[in-house]
């Protein structure tokens, strides 16, 4: 059976990059990281570890445990801190991932209603892939982010995703311009309209400003960039002074926005998945039990805000 000190020994290897720097970053004296590596290679069947003169490093078969190992010492770690604030509280904790216009319109209500339920959300806000890559590591419990149709995000076969929310995305033209008086907009329309400042996301790989310039292109335009930022509030705040035009999502466009027209786009491409993604856990443990109370939190949330 594995030992949390064979895994801890052998992350401890892959980071420092030799045994001897690997136990003094453990405390530990170096023939019991190496008693522990051995014990490990002797489980495994095979040598984990490749050492030189030049140092240490893991063979095949050694990252391939890292990748597994790092989940497990993230799991125990988790396992004693929620056990001790369950004991504490009385409420299951839940380590919970979103995006920070999710956040604005939706965080209040979701650690509200799970607290109601039973559960204690411990909250972090991050960009998409920054998301994908800590569930995929099993460090968070459940992480609502977003996809586009034809741009799937890259989760482990280790992880669940349910689509709760099918989010529409408006073109954000200032009060002024020509087409503002327009009900909504199709895609022919939107790509004539490549002489305009266009403001996309920070984040160049964004999945919707993908399927954005992937229409321009189709269309043989190149899409010119004026401005970048994740920030909707910004956003709007130069479209209405006539600086730029943009898609805005529906999260992002509830409220009063003088001086902006939102017009939706007749086009389901131009639409986002609102996916709540989770570790797989055993069918019938508390954690699976409290993944599902948390998925219908915020289904519940999101069914208000549709």
Same mark, same amino acid.
């Given at each position: 059976?594995?030992?949390?000190?064979?895994?801890?020994?052998?992350?401890?290897?892959?980071? &420092?990059?030799?045994?001897?720097?690997?136990?003094?970053?453990?405390? !530990?004296?170096?023939?019991?990281?190496?008693?522990?590596? @051995?014990?490990?290679?002797?489980?495994?069947?095979?040598?984990?570890?490749?050492?030189? &003169?030049?140092? /240490?490093?893991?063979?095949?078969?050694?990252?391939?445990?890292?990748?597994?190992?790092?989940?497990?010492?993230?799991?125990?770690?988790?396992?004693?801190?929620?056990?001790?604030?369950?004991?504490?509280?009385?409420?299951?904790?839940?380590?919970?991932?979103?995006?920070?216009?999710?956040?604005?319109?939706? %965080?209040?209500?979701?650690?509200?209603?799970?607290?109601?339920?039973? %559960?204690?959300?411990?909250?972090?806000?991050?960009?998409?892939?920054?998301?994908?890559?800590?569930?995929?590591?099993?460090?968070?419990?459940?992480?609502?982010?977003?996809?586009?149709?034809?741009?799937?995000?890259?989760?482990?076969?280790?992880?669940?995703?349910?689509?709760?929310?099918?989010?529409? +995305?408006?073109?954000?033209?200032?009060?002024?311009?020509? %087409?503002?008086?327009?009900?909504?907009?199709?895609?022919?329309?939107?790509?004539?309209?490549?002489?305009?400042? !266009?403001?996309?996301?920070?984040?160049?790989?964004?999945?919707?400003?993908?399927?954005?310039?992937?229409?321009?292109?189709?269309?043989?335009?190149?899409?010119?960039?004026?401005?970048?930022?994740?920030?909707?509030?910004?956003?709007?705040? +130069?479209?209405?002074?006539?600086?730029?035009?943009?898609?805005?999502?529906?999260?992002? /466009?509830?409220?009063?926005?003088?001086?902006?027209?939102?017009?939706?786009?007749?086009?389901?491409?131009?639409?986002?998945?609102?996916?709540?993604?989770?570790?797989?856990?055993?069918?019938?443990?508390?954690?699976?039990? /409290? &993944? @599902?109370?948390?998925?219908?939190?915020?289904?519940?949330?999101?069914?208000?805000?549709?």
């Amino acid at each position: 059976m594995l030992d949390l000190r064979q895994l801890q020994a052998l992350t401890a290897v892959a980071q &420092t990059g030799s045994v001897a720097r690997a136990a003094k970053q453990l405390g !530990w004296s170096q023939p019991s990281v190496d008693y522990h590596l @051995r014990n490990l290679d002797r489980l495994c069947g095979t040598a984990l570890v490749e050492r030189s &003169t030049r140092g /240490s490093t893991l063979t095949t078969a050694g990252q391939i445990m890292l990748d597994r190992a790092q989940r497990i010492l993230t799991l125990s770690q988790r396992a004693l801190h929620d056990v001790r604030a369950h004991a504490q509280s009385g409420l299951t904790r839940m380590k919970f991932g979103t995006f920070p216009t999710a956040a604005s319109a939706l %965080l209040p209500s979701i650690v509200k209603k799970s607290k109601l339920a039973g %559960l204690h959300i411990d909250s972090t806000l991050e960009e998409i892939y920054q998301l994908v890559a800590h569930v995929n590591q099993h460090d968070y419990d459940a992480v609502l982010l977003y996809s586009v149709p034809g741009y799937d995000l890259p989760f482990t076969d280790t992880v669940t995703t349910t689509e709760v929310f099918r989010e529409p +995305m408006h073109l954000a033209l200032p009060v002024s311009h020509p %087409l503002a008086g327009r009900e909504s907009v199709d895609v022919d329309t939107l790509v004539s309209l490549q002489d305009e400042n !266009w403001l996309l996301g920070a984040t160049r790989d964004d999945p919707i400003d993908t399927v954005v310039v992937d229409a321009f292109k189709a269309a043989g335009h190149q899409l010119e960039v004026e401005f970048r930022t994740d920030d909707y509030s910004v956003m709007l705040g +130069m479209i209405a002074a006539e600086m730029v035009v943009g898609l805005v999502p529906l999260l992002a /466009s509830m409220g009063h926005h003088p001086g902006v027209a939102l017009l939706p786009i007749e086009d389901p491409a131009f639409s986002r998945s609102l996916l709540l993604a989770t570790p797989q856990n055993p069918a019938g443990s508390e954690l699976a039990a /409290s &993944t @599902r109370i948390l998925s219908d939190i915020v289904t519940e949330c999101l069914s208000l805000i549709g």
